[in-house]
């Protein structure tokens, strides 16, 4: 079944890396996204990852994809104040269309 | 380009009422989805709309449905509002379709309270 799990909360300082991880149990899923949400707001597609990639780099953002042990993981270089939000890991299944299947979200607060 | 816009962004209804909610999705886009946004349950996909016909449906019960027109735009209804339907309904638009999964971009949400 889907089953996509994230740790609650990350507190780092501002100028550090922040790693935010992520687990799910379906083997079939095609892509992997992470989403930023804002108090108030919707979600902002951050970046996306293939399934059969292990990395993916996009300026300050980095992704990483275990398969073998169904971990994904978001790596924000320099994190700053305004980095501070919700994030949320997603897949999409083999045969499931655009279906997401969010994980549960992790507050990620960034002190000065 | 826009992007996807939903109406109305606040919305108070009580028990027993019916909502209606709309979504825009972005121009060219053809399929609309819907997610339900609680702090208990999280986000939960309700249904996928693409070419005006529903491709996949998630595990809600019959009072949550939702149609798609000719120019894409979307709505769901929820008819007799319980208060655990209080939540932010959001929608997300992509161009693919049939068979083809892409990358999908959500509206600001409609934050319904019900009392």
């Known amino acids: 079944g889907e089953d996509v799990e994230q740790s609650l909360f990350l507190s780092v300082r501002e100028g550090d890396s922040s790693v935010i991880n992520c687990t799910y149990t379906?083997?079939?899923?095609?892509?992997l996204y992470w989403y930023k949400q804002e108090p108030g707001a919707g979600l902002q597609l951050l970046t996306y990852?293939?399934?059969?990639?292990d990395m993916k780099q996009d300026q300050r953002l980095t992704v990483l994809l275990n398969k073998k042990d169904k971990h994904l993981s978001l790596r924000i270089a320099d994190t700053q104040t305004g980095d501070s939000a919700i994030y949320f890991c997603a897949e999409t299944l083999t045969g499931g269309g655009n279906k997401l299947t969010f994980g549960t979200g992790t507050q990620l607060k960034v002190e000065l | 380009k826009a992007g996807v816009t939903q109406t109305p962004r606040y919305l108070i209804k009580t028990r027993g009422q019916q909502v209606t909610l709309s979504c825009s999705p972005i121009s060219g886009h053809r399929s609309v989805s819907w997610y339900q946004q609680t702090p208990g349950q999280g986000l939960q996909f309700l249904f996928e709309y693409f070419s005006e016909t529903q491709r996949n449906k998630g595990n809600f019960p019959g009072r949550f449905s939702g149609r798609q027109f000719s120019n894409s735009r979307s709505e769901m209804n929820v008819s007799t509002l319980e208060l655990g339907d209080s939540a932010l309904y959001l929608c997300?638009?992509?161009?693919?379709?049939?068979?083809?999964?892409?990358?999908?971009?959500f509206g600001p949400g409609t934050r319904l309270t019900v009392l």
């Open positions: 997300a638009s992509s161009s693919q379709g049939w068979g083809d999964t892409d990358t999908q971009y």
């Open positions: 379906d083997s079939s899923s095609t892509y």
């Open positions: 990852i293939f399934s059969n990639m």
